[in-house]
């Protein structure tokens, strides 16, 4: 319930950090459960960092082995699942790189090694794949990494755009969608074979 708390606390504020008192509040826990759990509120994020990467380098895992799909159709249904998963937890890259820059060397290479690094072997794969089937030009598969992480993480971390530049407060299903067919036509136009 402490995770669960913590995430709709940054999913609805924007933010990465979460005051003890208002966890406490909101889950109608006491905030000492969260020494008693996590030993402190740098492990509670930590707890909550492993909880939801956990599943996406699983299901990231699945895709790439999955057998009868293409590399197009694999590397779609990848990006429809990042769109889907930052709309449910846009703090996630922010989170991750302030876990890493706050941990010390053995953690952050954790960290690393756990969910980083599956996503960009995920990515050699998957382009590698893409490639050989003659689909996919050759494109480096790091910074493809960063191109489809940034561009989806900087549409979900941008709430005081859409409030200030588009009177629009609210990230909607409707617009998620919209990013998510948006996404994949720019992404996929630039790693297609010509």
């Known amino acids: 319930m402490l995770l669960d708390t913590a995430s709709a606390i940054m999913r609805e504020g924007d933010v990465i950090d979460i005051s003890l008192s208002e966890l406490s509040l909101r889950s109608g826990l006491n905030s000492a459960l969260v020494k008693y759990y996590f030993g402190n509120k740098a492990g509670l994020l930590k707890a909550l960092l492993d909880r939801d990467w ?3 380098v699983t299901s990231v895992d699945a ?3 999955k057998d009868g799909w293409s590399p197009e159709a ?3 249904r990848h990006i429809h699942k990042v769109v889907d998963t930052f709309y449910e937890v846009p703090y996630l890259n922010r989170l991750t790189m302030r876990v890493i820059r706050e941990s010390d060397e053995a953690e952050a290479r954790r960290i690393a090694d756990c969910y980083l690094s599956p996503m960009y072997r995920a990515y050699e794969a998957l382009i590698g ?3 050989r089937a003659g689909v996919f030009r050759e494109i480096d598969p790091q910074l493809f990494y960063f191109t489809v992480t940034g561009a989806v ?3 979900f971390s941008a709430r005081l755009v859409l409030k200030h530049c588009f009177d629009q407060d609210t990230l909607t299903e409707t617009l998620r969608d919209r990013y998510r067919e948006h996404s994949i036509d720019i992404i996929m136009a630039g790693i297609l074979a010509r």
């Open 63 to 65: 895709l790439v082995a």
């Open 54 to 56: 956990e599943g996406i």
């Open 129 to 131: 794949d893409g490639v």
């Open 74 to 76: 694999k590397l779609r």
């Open 153 to 155: 993480d900087r549409f």
